[in-house]
């Protein structure tokens, strides 16, 4: 059963990933320590550089694109160890690596649809590999629950 902390700082981390302008995928993160937030980040392109994820290609796009994860750890301009990150998507890879060097201690995601898995499943299966080596929890948030209004 979640908690309504839980249930809160994922419903955070959805609400900061609408920020984002990517007209396709919108990610958000959320970083938390004994329940209180620490950072906030979603995805999009860097300050300073033209926001033009609609007419880039998707390879431009993925070039220029700051993760939500990666956002989150640069504005937190503090030391992360023993944090927590709530997340709408499964970290890539990429992401993972900067989590664990950070020393957050915990990925909080919910349980990954089925087509996202069909797109990202091995991507995913590295990240999870990578946690587990390093000894990151990592807590799959049913998908029920989070629907839930209770």
């Excluded at 431009?60 to 956002?71: G, V």
């Excluded at 970290?91 to 993972?96: E, S, T, W």
């Excluded at 990925?107 to 999870?128: A, M, N, T």
């Amino acid at each position: 059963m979640l908690t309504k902390w839980a249930k809160r700082f994922y419903q955070m981390s959805e609400l900061v990933g609408s920020w984002s302008k990517d007209p396709s995928t919108q990610v958000g993160a959320v970083i938390t320590k004994r329940n209180r937030i620490v950072s906030v980040g979603f995805n999009g392109y860097p300050h300073g550089i033209t926001d033009s994820a609609e007419t880039d290609e998707r390879d431009m796009k993925y070039l220029k694109t700051l993760h939500a994860e990666e956002n989150a750890i640069l504005f937190a301009k503090r030391d992360l160890d023993g944090c927590e990150i709530w997340v709408t998507h499964f970290p890539c890879p990429n992401c993972a690596a900067k989590i664990i060097q950070t020393g957050i201690s915990a990925v909080h995601c919910p349980e990954q649809e089925p087509d996202f898995l069909s797109r990202w499943g091995d991507k995913i299966k590295v990240s999870e590999d990578m946690f587990n080596q390093a000894g990151v929890t990592i807590d799959w948030l049913p998908l029920k629950e989070l629907k839930s209004d209770d």
